[in-house]
Each structure stands twice: as structure tokens, then as C-alpha cells.
């Protein structure tokens, strides 16, 4: 999950080099910290959300063969 999270990131910002994915499993539930930098927050995040809804798509249902809950999170 964490690899698929950091491709796409990377696709859409300007400085790939500063994409970062931490990945915590606890129990059932799979958290994904995404981090990029200032000035490409807003091309992640997308108008209304709407980039960071179809990531967490993705990624949703990339986890569903696993059974387990995915979180991804997105800061900088």
C-alpha cells in the first residue's frame, strides 16, 4: 500500500523527492501518512478534496483483497 501511495503522490507534484509514506499496522487497520511539501499540499489535496478522495479510492480498494482498514492521512 505504502508503495502505491508514493507513485501516485509523485505523479502529481512538482518535488518528487520530497514525497514521504510512513506506514503503521495496527491490529485490523493499515495507517498511511502521506507527506509532501508546502507548496504541493494543494495539488494533492485537489479542489474540494477531490484528488484526496480518489487516492483514498484507490487505495481502497487496492486493501480490499487484504481485509484490513486503510487510513491515508495528508500533512506536510
Do not use: F
Request: net charge negative; charged share 35%; no cysteine.
Amino acid at each position: 500500500m505504502r508503495e502505491l501511495v508514493e507513485v501516485l503522490a509523485q505523479s502529481l507534484v512538482d518535488h518528487p523527492e520530497e514525497v514521504t509514506v510512513q506506514e503503521t499496522e495496527k491490529d485490523n487497520e493499515i495507517l498511511l501518512e502521506l507527506k509532501v511539501a508546502q507548496e504541493d499540499m494543494g495539488k494533492v489535496i485537489g479542489k474540494q478534496g477531490r484528488i484526496a478522495k480518489a487516492i483514498r479510492a484507490v487505495v481502497k480498494a487496492a486493501a480490499s483483497k487484504t481485509d484490513k482498514k486503510v487510513i491515508v492521512e495528508i500533512g506536510q
